[in-house]
């Protein structure tokens, strides 16, 4: 069956521009998370969906970064007034499971670069 | 606060040789994840355990909970096995944290 996709694979925005990010799980899956990797970094959490309950969202860099996911399935991480420092790979996973503890299947992530 | 710390950072062998790579960890786990990137970013989940040793292929991962250590080995190294390996651990229940991970290269 089809796996994780997101959209754009890449994207290039003007700072100060807003830019949606799309994240489509694997159907069924109940648990999602956004992760944020710099370059030659670790990925970082940033937000964690059951269903369509955002549980956590301690790892949101700034009040600029906000995430939804109205019904339970595709999820959009928005970030408003881009800033230069925002630039990374954003990737989204998906689980079956509730919460941390299952296998997570990850997207090809979105590449933004903010000039 | 939990850490990951992985070892060694980089690590470049010959074709056919044993790898060895070490992720340890500070706080209790409810399960610590192997996951594989390629060039260009793609994440590949490996393996996911929360005891004992697990074994895919010529992968096979280990944990020892009172250590708060786990390896991941690759026998019979091969060239595609070049990438970049990372080390996850979950707890409190959605928190999960990466190490910085560790790129391999493996010369034919």
């Known amino acids: 069956g089809a796996g994780v996709s997101q959209s754009p694979r890449y994207k290039v925005a003007k700072r100060g521009q807003d830019v949606a990010l799309r994240c489509d799980p694997i159907s069924g899956h109940v648990s999602l998370f956004w992760y944020q990797q710099a370059l030659g970094q670790g990925p970082e959490f940033l937000t964690y969906?059951?269903?369509?309950?955002?549980?956590?969202k301690s790892g949101l860099p700034s009040d600029r970064f906000f995430a939804e996911r109205p019904e339970g399935s595709v999820s959009t991480l928005k970030i408003q007034r881009t800033q230069q420092e925002d630039s990374a790979v954003y990737l989204c996973?998906?689980?079956?499971?509730?919460?941390?503890?299952?296998?997570?299947?990850f997207g090809p992530g979105t590449r933004l670069l903010v000039l | 606060k939990n850490e990951v710390e992985q070892s060694p950072q980089n690590l470049t062998a010959q074709e056919g040789e044993f790898i060895t790579i070490n992720c340890s960890y500070s706080v209790g786990i409810s399960a610590l994840h192997w996951l594989q990137q390629h060039p260009g970013g793609g994440i590949v989940s490996l393996f996911m355990?929360?005891?004992g040793k697990k074994k895919h292929g010529r992968l096979i991962a280990t944990i020892n909970i009172q250590e708060k250590h786990s390896s991941l080995h690759i026998t019979a190294s091969h060239p595609r096995d070049s990438a970049v390996y990372i080390c996850a651990v979950s707890w409190r229940d959605d928190k999960i944290i990466f190490g910085k991970g560790t790129r391999l290269h493996i010369l034919p």
């Open positions: 996973a998906s689980s079956y499971v509730d919460g941390g503890a299952g296998t997570q299947y």
């Open positions: 355990l929360s005891s």
């Open positions: 969906f059951q269903n369509e309950a955002q549980l956590d």
